[in-house]
């Protein structure tokens, strides 16, 4: 069974920041692009950043400069450092696990039950 788990939520001030991490098990992840996407209330899921096996990343163009993707392949583990934050980053931020092509197109294989990212103004 595979497993996504999402840790680093969370309260924060406007230009404040705050790091996501994701640790999947149930297979290695090492060779596998991993990625993170977020939903706001009454919005659609929306990619954010993606992380190829190779460290090649991809982001957003709402969150280039400010949020940076990274792994750990040793832990199985991806993050998301998240600076100066905005109220509009507020959103449930999901991990998720699949082919770069599936990333990209938000139709990973994986998600992550989510963890909740509330920036107040």
């Known amino acids: 069974q595979v497993q996504l788990v999402e840790s680093g939520g969370g309260l924060v001030q406007a230009g404040g920041s705050l790091r996501l991490s994701c640790a999947a098990s149930?297979?290695?992840?090492?060779?596998?692009?991993m990625g993170w996407f977020r939903q706001a209330p009454g919005k659609e899921r929306e990619f954010v950043a993606a992380?190829?096996?190779?460290?090649?990343?991809s982001y957003a163009d709402s969150v280039k400069g400010r949020f940076t993707i990274s792994r750990d392949n040793a832990k199985n583990t991806v993050y998301l450092q998240m600076n100066s934050l905005r109220p509009e980053d507020t959103a449930v931020y999901y991990c998720?696990?699949?082919?770069?092509?599936?990333?990209?197109?938000?139709?990973?294989?994986?998600w992550g039950q989510g963890t909740q990212v509330t920036v107040s103004s």
């Open positions: 992380i190829s096996w190779r460290t090649v990343t």
């Open positions: 998720a696990a699949g082919p770069w092509e599936g990333l990209l197109s938000s139709r990973p294989d994986y």
């Open positions: 149930g297979r290695t992840f090492s060779f596998s692009p």
